[in-house]
């Protein structure tokens, strides 16, 4: 007897084949789901260095085609079908579903079928054990002094921005590398980013972080020891401070 869980108009049927060798079918949720990857995530640092296997997918409501969800599922999400749809439910409203035990492991069959595996890091920077760089867009292997991109996913997934940003497991800010031959068009890019995210009071501190820097750079360079003096425009009046 046939039994399978399949994705149909954004939604997931169950079909069987009954006593009399027919098939037959059922409408189980109002919404689809797809295997999407399997993501192996290291944790490499200078004390540790640990693995993580999660499995990410694709859902997508019957009556809004046009947008996808991404859902990361860990290990313990899999124990049994009552856990694995909570994570399903969590920020989304409006899904239903009928599954017993018995569906839930037809589903499993479906979405791990033909799935592929990439490789996350869950720091970016420097990973001691491979010698090599993690930026939110490439790798930079250090043996070979040659750059690749991260992360590695099939290329028929055709997956943007967003989505990928839903995957990466590190929150704040992202560090990216961008390869060019004229430096300032990558300056220039990112000094507009800066302007439209921050306002004036974030981007006076983020100047005032370049200036000290640049300062303690020339003075170990120029080995020099002069104090500098600075206004600053403070809530209550204007207060000096000192660099040395």
């Given at each position: 007897?046939?039994?399978?869980?399949?994705?149909?108009?954004?939604?997931?049927?169950?079909?069987?084949?009954?006593?009399?060798?027919?098939?037959?079918?059922?409408?189980?949720?109002?919404?689809?789901?797809?295997?999407?990857?399997?993501?192996?995530?290291?944790?490499?640092?200078?004390?540790?260095?640990?693995?993580?296997?999660?499995?990410?997918?694709?859902?997508?409501?019957?009556?809004?085609?046009?947008?996808?969800?991404i859902?990361?599922?860990?290990?313990?999400?899999?124990?049994?079908?009552?856990?694995?749809f909570?994570?399903?439910?969590?920020?989304?409203?409006?899904?239903?579903?009928?599954?017993?035990?018995?569906?839930?492991?037809?589903?499993?069959?479906?979405?791990y079928?033909?799935?592929?595996?990439?490789?996350?890091?869950?720091?970016?920077?420097?990973?001691?054990?491979?010698?090599?760089?993690?930026?939110?867009?490439?790798?930079?292997?250090?043996?070979?002094?040659s750059?690749?991109?991260?992360?590695?996913f099939?290329?028929?997934?055709?997956?943007?921005?967003?989505?990928?940003?839903?995957?990466?497991?590190?929150?704040?800010?992202?560090?990216?590398?961008?390869?060019?031959?004229?430096?300032?068009?990558?300056?220039?890019?990112?000094?507009?980013?800066?302007?439209?995210?921050?306002?004036?009071?974030?981007?006076?501190?983020?100047?005032?972080?370049?200036?000290?820097?640049?300062?303690?750079?020339?003075?170990?360079?120029?080995?020099?020891?002069?104090?500098?003096?600075?206004?600053?425009?403070?809530?209550?009046?204007?207060?000096?401070?000192?660099?040395?």
């Amino acid at each position: 007897m046939t039994k399978e869980i399949k994705n149909e108009n954004n939604s997931m049927i169950y079909c069987y084949t009954d006593k009399n060798n027919v098939l037959q079918s059922a409408k189980i949720s109002n919404y689809s789901l797809n295997g999407l990857v399997t993501l192996k995530e290291i944790s490499n640092t200078k004390n540790s260095y640990k693995i993580t296997e999660k499995l990410a997918l694709w859902l997508t409501k019957e009556h809004e085609s046009h947008n996808r969800y991404i859902k990361i599922i860990q290990g313990g999400d899999e124990i049994d079908y009552r856990t694995f749809f909570k994570v399903i439910h969590n920020r989304i409203i409006g899904l239903y579903e009928d599954f017993n035990k018995k569906k839930y492991l037809l589903l499993m069959q479906m979405l791990y079928k033909d799935i592929k595996s990439t490789v996350i890091y869950t720091n970016f920077g420097y990973q001691p054990r491979e010698n090599c760089y993690v930026m939110g867009n490439k790798k930079i292997l250090l043996d070979t002094k040659s750059i690749e991109d991260y992360p590695k996913f099939p290329d028929d997934l055709y997956l943007n921005e967003e989505e990928i940003l839903q995957i990466l497991p590190a929150n704040g800010i992202i560090p990216k590398l961008f390869e060019c031959e004229n430096p300032e068009i990558i300056l220039e890019g990112f000094v507009e980013t800066i302007i439209k995210v921050f306002d004036a009071p974030v981007l006076m501190a983020i100047a005032v972080g370049f200036v000290v820097v640049s300062l303690i750079f020339l003075f170990q360079t120029l080995k020099a020891f002069h104090t500098l003096y600075f206004m600053a425009n403070q809530m209550r009046g204007n207060q000096p401070f000192y660099i040395y």
